[in-house]
């Protein structure tokens, strides 16, 4: 008796590089893809909240905010909670793509 293999063609869905895509069906965290030195700007009308925002790699990040005009770097494998006021917009400071984790939560008054 033969063993037949038959060769199967297995087709991957890429996603668009400026696609944020849910970590898991309804969950909370969203992933974002960064090419190098792109700059994706995520909102720019939003309403005052917190953001936990963990950088996995493997390029540094640049976080800016409608709080400051000042950035905050992050590390690979850093995590932050960052507040986020209007405009939320993150970019990769070196010649390597990078990944972000996000996780909106609403301020309370």
Known sequence: MKNKTKNKKTKVQQRPAHEA???TPNGPFWTVPIG???IIPIGDNLAPCQVVIRNRGPAIVA???GF???ERH???GQIRIISAHYRLTIESREDKPACV???FM???K
Do not use: I, K, N
């Open 36 to 38: 190098p030195m792109e």
């Open 106 to 108: 609403p301020m309370h």
């Open 63 to 65: 976080v800016c905010t």
């Open 68 to 70: 400051r005009d000042a």
């Open 74 to 76: 992050m590390m690979p």
């Open 101 to 103: 984790e996000m996780q």
């Open 21 to 23: 895509t849910p970590e």
